[in-house]
Nanobody, 119 residues
């Protein structure tokens, strides 16, 4: 099993920055890629960004390209989401997820961290 713990959420104003962290533990070798997702009130969960542990290839949702940056520290088994130029519409619970190699879906999920952006 893989355990994922997010941290770094909070209340900020529009235009501010936040950095989320996701610490992975347990059988982390099971994970091939790590992703960030978010879910706003009354909306479905949506993809934000993803990164491959090996090689660091990244992918982003169009809504966050140029503002958010996903990165990883393999030694610490931690994934980060640097969020700049935050907008009120970025308000959501942000979840970290781990996906296994060749799997289309993510198998492991954290408990989420709240990000609130005020206008």
């Amino acid at each position: 099993q893989v355990q994922l713990v997010e941290s770094g959420g909070g209340l900020v104003q529009a235009g501010d920055s936040l950095r989320l962290s996701c610490a992975a533990s347990g059988s982390t070798s099971l994970t091939y890629r790590m992703g960030w997702f978010r879910q706003a009130p009354g909306k479905e969960r949506e993809f934000v960004a993803a990164i491959i542990w090996s090689g660091g290839i990244t992918d982003y949702a169009d809504s966050v390209k140029g503002r958010f940056t996903i990165s990883r520290d393999n030694a610490k088994k931690t994934v980060y989401l640097q969020m700049n130029s935050l907008k009120p519409e970025d308000t959501a619970i942000y979840y970290c997820a781990g996906g296994m190699y060749a799997a289309r879906s993510y198998s492991y999920w954290g408990q989420g961290t709240q990000v609130t952006v005020s206008s």
